[in-house]
């Protein structure tokens, strides 16, 4: 963990959030190649999801919740950890992850802790006007339902994905990024009738492997973990993690949950009206029907299957599949990402042999700029004076290809081009740059 922690701040992946302040516990700040990463990370879920799949429709939901979304799904009564506190050392902790220094004669008996963030809303703060930070972006999917069906006329099967912000009051941030207080989620409700949502579920195990793998995290590095009934959470049938082992051990990567009809249930009007088969709060306040008819006309609540996977973790899961450091001669050695060429935060360097040479100099940024209107990704010119230099940091940093332009350039139109994962060079016709890009990165 240290050396991707190290390799995260020297090359600006990722930065303790107020650092000159002396930070804020679980909160960090994804610096200029962090960000390209990430972005790429959640295009390629967004495009597996939406682009990829005619049933599947995509959200962008608040962050701000009503009270009312969370009390009746159940967060404001279960979403909660047992805390402690070590009377030796002062210290706060959850009750499963008390450091071995701490004597448990000098723990207090646990008490739960809503995880919940809590704002006031507008102008007077007396706390009758409040509403939550989003623990998860389900419940906003589940709340428009209704909204989505009725203004794209989507029959079931069919989904709703959403990327974005969540927020959880974590007692003990710990790990780098992979359990912190704000972070990203990717999650898919894919609704389907009662009956139908055990091959669903076991369908989309599979797809989630199969895009983790896509991405670099290849199967045999993931253990799926079959939660036992008494792990359950109080709205799952059903639910597969992918367990992966992260540098500080086996945690999960991503949950597949057969969440029945729970969501919809709780989220209901009419409830008396619906075979619920959950057991659920009586709703008095919704004014929408969470159901839909079936080829007879009878009303029926769909079951939920949700993949839900975290942006950071993915992000740290990549990282650390993708870290090598590899022995060179001469006793050299060097520090390659190989990423994956969609995932990479650059997609190719465009560097002059010489840093002062005007002719080298423009051949080049016209060469990037003619890239970058490829629509790839980031490219970047580069005019350090140093190729070895170059070479090294950008392995580094996981760009697939440099592009050299040297004084042959300015004779036949040709550039160098070097491969990051073989370091292998070779010369390449610049009318022929567009498309051995484009059938890198797509690969």
């Known amino acids: 963990m240290e050396e991707l922690v190290a390799l995260c701040k020297r090359r600006g992946f990722i930065f303790q959030s107020s650092e000159i302040y002396g930070g804020l516990q679980g909160t960090y700040d994804f610096g200029p190649l962090g960000v390209e990463l990430k972005n790429n990370i959640k295009n390629a879920w967004w495009e597996s999801m939406v682009y990829d799949n005619d049933n599947i429709e995509g959200l962008d939901s608040s962050i701000l919740t009503n009270p009312l979304v969370l009390g009746y799904s159940g967060h404001e009564d279960t979403f909660s950890d047992p805390m402690v506190d070590c009377k030796s050392c002062g210290l706060r902790f959850r009750a499963d992850q008390v450091p071995k220094e701490c004597k448990p004669e000098d723990l207090t008996e646990p008490r739960q802790f809503n995880l919940m963030f809590k704002t006031n809303v507008g102008p007077i703060d007396d706390g009758s006007s409040f509403a939550y930070l989003r623990p998860e972006t389900a419940q906003q999917i589940f709340t428009n339902f209704k909204n989505v069906i009725d203004s794209t006329s989507k029959p079931v099967p069919f989904g709703i994905a959403q990327i974005g912000k969540a927020f959880r009051n974590e007692i003990t941030p710990r790990n780098f990024i992979f359990r912190v207080r704000e972070f990203e989620q990717m999650e898919l409700e894919y609704f389907v009738m009662p009956g139908e949502d055990e091959k669903s579920h076991d369908i989309w195990v599979q797809k989630r492997l199969e895009w983790w793998k896509k991405q670099g995290v290849p199967t045999e590095s993931i253990e799926l973990y079959d939660v036992p009934t008494e792990e359950l959470a109080h709205y799952s049938k059903k639910t597969i993690d992918l367990m992966y082992k992260f540098p500080h051990g086996l945690e999960e990567l991503e949950g597949i949950a057969n969440r029945t009809d729970f969501d919809l249930g709780s989220h209901s009007k009419k409830q008396n009206e619906l075979s619920i088969g959950s057991s659920v709060k009586e709703n008095k306040h919704s004014n929408s029907k969470m159901a839909v008819q079936d080829d007879s006309g009878k009303w029926v609540v769909p079951f939920v299957i949700e993949p839900s996977a975290g942006v950071e973790r993915g992000f740290l899961a990549i990282l650390n599949e993708a870290y090598f450091v590899e022995d060179l001669e001469n006793d050299k050695t060097r520090v390659v990402l190989r990423l994956k060429p969609h995932l990479s935060p650059i997609k190719a360097a465009v560097i002059p042999l010489k840093k002062n040479n005007t002719e080298l100099v423009e051949a080049a940024k016209k060469i990037k700029n003619d890239l970058q209107k490829i629509g790839l990704g980031r490219v970047i010119f580069e005019n350090t004076g140093n190729i070895g230099k170059s ?53």
Do not use: W
């Open 391 to 443: 070479y090294r940091k950008h392995d580094e940093i996981g760009t697939p290809v440099c592009i050299t332009v040297d004084f042959q350039t300015l004779e036949d139109d040709s550039v160098t081009i070097r491969d990051r994962d073989s370091m292998e060079q070779k010369r390449l016709d610049i009318d022929d740059l567009n498309n051995y890009l484009i059938k890198l990165i797509n690969r």
